[in-house]
């Protein structure tokens, strides 16, 4: 057994009965959601068809500060069990947990998480276990990482000196004694979400059960989006690139060079040692392949994230517009047309300069027509801002219609992007561009000028259209969340979620959807390796130009001359229902599991173990 190997074993005895599904989940979004894995994780034990399926789930991750410690610290959503610093030990695992604590000098918190889908009323429960392991003892990881490299070729002496791979190779032993002291090792399915899951997966690997299934969950490919977001073709380059060498054979380190000095390569490529992967887009699985060419027998599935899926009436449309309206009035002094809106992270792979690039010519139109709309574009790179700083900066100088470089406005990133942003605004009449480098949207977090009704949920509801072309997107729940209130998506064709909007519409051309084909080449030549790989900006731009008039051209006619609110929030319903949560693990997730697990590339690598 793995803990024979590196720690004391404790004596325990298994309290759940044989034959229970249990899955294991291991990410660093356990103890909350941070993002894209933490709305992937409260679809799942959301889902209706997920709780019938699934009688245990388990989430497991490290413990970030020590703040975490405090049991008050937690949401109310969670329910400490067992934390030594705080004197909790309402547990029957509590002995396991102390002597695990004692070997591996590793701080457990153990509890219970419970999410809740407040439309359908579902609930779902999970057993979350956090490890503190920053003082964990260094020869039982060193004992594990030379694991790692006889069986993997992982060397994690190059990585080490990186704090975020060292945290989950660390997180592995501890979390599979864990998973042993609550009688979870044995029969269970563990889920790795992303890199930082992989170090624990290739853990439970080591611990030998046969009933033990590992999944690497891929909700994107860490080394392509690297590629994508740094070489000046971007998705342009890379996706035409992959092409031509799915076609002829080639792999990444004959292309684009040896990865391996990026720490997360070598965690994603030993994904082809797990029984079974599970991509979020169609392209996601092509770029797993790209890796290596053992991914060619390796058991991967398309796994697509849910979306929202609720009827809606025009009426309430309507309401929550008028308030987003009424903030545009408050801000800027006009009560626009038509709301556009971007939700999103800030970082390079969303390729927001594309938004400003349609809104240009959209503004040529509207001027034209003599409409005029409002673009909120909320996204940050930093922490949230505390309410009184927020409330000082706009009596101060007008936030969020005016920014300012330093904290706790404007970030280094935010400050390039307002670049663009007022040079946008200096041109346009009738359009403005509104930037909210803010988490949430309330007047508590936004402002005085925000409407006191106003909601988050408001500017899903209430948007015409929502944008996100982005360069490298594994799916992009965000991008089509707006789609059940009747708003039109406008994605790039690079975004996973296309495949799973062809596949929910059955064929069907959907009206709230337009896509922006950032690939195509237009038939300009380009059929040699050589060729494809110096795509290079001026090429991107070309591309960029012409499709950012199509973008505009298609969405003026869709917001004029064919505009019914009613048909768009029945389409929109009809098709979002199709893309649900249920949908997801029924049709997706349950199948992808019950293939053969991919057990002939693990016995060759196991050899002599």
């Known amino acids: 057994m793995f803990l024979c190997k590196f720690s ?25 959601k941070i993002g894209g894995i933490g709305a992937v994780l409260e679809g799942l034990l959301t889902s209706r068809t997920y709780v ?42 509590a002995p396991a947990f102390r002597q695990i604590e004692k070997d591996f000098n590793a701080e457990i918190i153990y509890g219970k998480r419970k ?27 060193n004992r594990f990482k030379w694991e790692l490299f006889r069986h993997f070729g992982i060397r994690s002496d190059l990585y080490e000196h990186i704090w975020e791979y060292e945290e989950y190779v660390r997180l592995a032993p501890a979390a599979i004694a864990a998973l042993e002291a609550i009688g979870a090792l044995n029969d269970a399915i563990i889920i790795a979400h992303e890199f930082m899951g992989m170090p624990t997966a290739l853990a439970a690997k080591l611990a030998g059960s046969s009933a033990l299934q590992t999944v690497f ?16 073709g971007h998705d342009t380059m890379f996706y035409n690139t992959l092409k031509y060498c799915k076609e002829n054979n080639f792999f990444i380190n004959e292309v684009f060079g040896n990865q391996s000095d990026y720490f997360k390569h ?7 040692y797990c029984d079974y992967i599970c991509v979020v887009g169609d392209y996601v699985g092509e770029e797993l392949r790209f890796l290596a060419p053992q991914f060619a027998g390796a058991n991967i599935s398309v796994v697509y994230n849910g979306i929202p899926a609720y009827r809606i009436t025009a009426e309430q449309k309507l309401l929550s517009k008028a308030k987003l309206q009424k903030y545009c009035e408050n801000l800027l002094g006009y009560k626009p047309d038509f709301v556009f809106t971007h939700v999103t992270r800030l970082v390079k792979s969303k390729g927001l ?35 009184n700083m927020v409330f000082e900066m706009e009596s101060k100088y007008d936030w969020p219609a005016a920014h300012r470089e330093g904290w706790p406005d404007l970030s280094g990133g935010e400050a390039r992007l307002y670049t663009l942003i007022q040079k946008f605004n200096a041109q346009s009449r009738n359009i403005k561009v509104v930037f909210i480098n803010q988490f949430g949207f309330c007047r508590e977090c936004c402002g005085i000028r925000v409407p006191a009704d106003l909601k988050f949920d408001d500017i899903r509801i209430g948007t015409d259209a929502e944008f996100g072309m982005s360069i490298y997107e594994p799916f992009g729940i965000s991008q089509l969340e707006a789609l059940t209130f009747g708003g039109i998506c406008v994605i790039s064709s690079v975004c996973g979620c296309a495949g799973f909007l062809q596949d ?12 922006g084909d950032y690939i195509d080449l237009h038939r300009c030549g380009f059929n040699s390796f050589e060729k494809l790989v110096q ?10 130009y012409c499709q950012a008039q199509r973008l505009a051209n298609s969405l003026f006619q869709k917001l004029t001359t064919d505009y019914d609110l009613e048909k768009l929030i029945q389409n929109g319903y009809d098709i979002a229902k199709n893309m649900s949560w249920d949908v997801v693990v029924q049709n997706y997730l349950l199948p992808a599991l019950q293939k053969s697990p991919n057990k002939k590339t693990l016995t060759k690598s196991f050899t002599g173990v």
């Open 8 to 32: 004391a074993k404790s004596h325990w005895t298994d309290t759940y009965m044989a034959g229970d599904k249990t899955i294991v989940h291991i990410t660093h979004e356990a103890a909350g």
């Open 52 to 93: 019938q399926h699934v009688d245990r789930s388990i989430l497991i991750g490290p413990l970030f500060d020590l703040a975490g410690l405090k049991a008050d610290s937690f949401s109310e959503n969670i329910e400490i069990e067992y934390c030594r610093r705080e004197g909790l030990s309402t547990t029957q695992y």
């Open 115 to 141: 999410f809740q889908n407040c439309q359908s009323g579902i609930c779902g429960w999970a057993q979350i276990i956090l490890i503190d392991v920053r003082h964990i003892n260094k020869e039982i990881v």
């Open 217 to 232: 969950y891929a909700h994107e490919v860490a080394t392509i989006r690297n590629i994508v977001e740094n070489e000046c």
């Open 266 to 272: 070598p965690l994603v490529e030993a994904s082809k």
């Open 353 to 387: 300069w594309r938004d400003l690039q349609v809104l240009l010519n959209l503004e040529k139109k509207f001027c034209t027509d003599g409409k005029t709309a409002v673009f909120f574009l909320l996204s940050t790179e930093t922490s949230k801002r505390p309410g």
């Open 504 to 515: 929910a519409a059955n064929g069907q051309k959907n009206q709230n959807v337009i896509i």
């Open 535 to 544: 795509i290079d900006d001026t090429i991107l731009d070309m591309i960029e």
